[in-house]
């Protein structure tokens, strides 16, 4: 390849400012430089190319046709230039949003599915707030919550996710078959905003001698699913939350009855959704109800990248 002949980025430059200024004067305060300076890369020019680019009149610089259409291409050069530069220089633009859910729908359902909202949207910073109250969805506390319940949220928008079922839950190793068996072994209770609980699930099934106040509590389900998985009592769960346990074994449900629960829904004002980072996590969230196995769509990121 053979190597360009052109001449000196300085004197380009010098040419570029004063014939699009038509000041010599005017050039040297862009280029911070003096008017001499300037006129002295521009003679440099013209004696390396061989021809006159200006015109020259007291207090007046005019274009001659070469000097024209050496600033035609210069300019779109230095516009190409500067725009290049600027995109190098920026930043990429970062969206923060914060989701508030409970600890359980966040570590049971959200996070497994994280790689997939960064795989699609790397610019979105996203912050998973926990917390079993309600909290304002102002754009400062939260942007967006999953929030268990039907409502009426006013202002918001609510979109349904999952129903609830509430089932017994256990280790197989308990070996349960009967509800009369729970007398023997420890119900499992946890904090939540949800109504199902063993005390309804009691009313229902009407166990002679279960005492649903002898308990074992947790702050939330995912303590309590895990003392379940090791065998430490009875739970009373959300079955969506424990399907892939359920899947594998790993717990069982010995016996009925299930009870329905209200929903979890996907909450937010609905003016945020013209914003492209919130309408980006709430696509993501949707798409979780896909039967898409979070295993192989993970594993094919994975992959992909390797």
């Not at 000097?67 to 600027?86: M, N």
Request: a negative charge.
């Amino acid at each position: 390849m053979m190597p360009r002949r052109l001449p000196s980025l300085s004197s380009l430059r010098a040419f570029e400012a004063a014939a699009r200024h038509r000041s010599a004067k005017r050039a040297a305060e862009e280029l911070s430089v003096t008017p001499t300076a300037i006129s002295h890369q521009v003679r440099q020019l013209e004696e390396s190319l061989g021809v006159a680019l200006f015109v020259r009149r007291p207090r007046q610089l005019l274009l001659t046709a070469q000097g024209q259409a050496l600033l035609t291409v210069l300019s779109d050069s230095f516009d190409a230039i500067d725009e290049t530069v600027a995109k190098l220089r920026r930043p990429p633009a970062r969206q923060a949003v914060t989701l508030s859910t409970t600890p359980a729908v966040a570590a049971r359902w959200l996070l497994p599915w994280v790689c997939l909202l960064r795989d699609a949207h790397p610019q979105i910073d996203l912050s998973i707030q926990v917390s079993h109250e309600a909290v304002a969805l102002d754009g400062v506390v939260a942007d967006m919550a999953i929030r268990y319940g039907e409502g009426p949220w006013p202002g918001l928008v609510a979109e349904k996710l999952f129903d609830n079922v509430f089932v017994p839950v256990c280790s197989p190793s308990l070996a349960l078959r009967e509800p009369a068996e729970l007398v023997r072994h420890t119900l499992l209770h946890f904090s939540s905003p949800t109504p199902v609980d063993w005390a309804a699930w009691q009313r229902q099934v009407q166990v002679p001698g279960l005492d649903v106040s002898a308990r074992l509590l947790f702050s939330d389900e995912t303590h309590g699913i895990a003392a379940a998985l090791d065998g430490q009592g009875v739970a009373l769960m959300s079955r969506y939350l424990i399907e892939e346990e359920l899947r594998q074994g790993r717990l069982v449900q010995p016996f009925g009855p299930e009870i329905e629960a209200a929903p979890f829904q996907l909450v937010y004002p609905p003016e945020r959704l013209e914003e492209p980072a919130i309408a980006a996590v709430r696509g993501w969230i949707m798409g979780l109800l896909d039967s898409l196995s979070r295993e192989n769509a993970c594993r094919s990121i994975i992959e992909r990248d390797s």
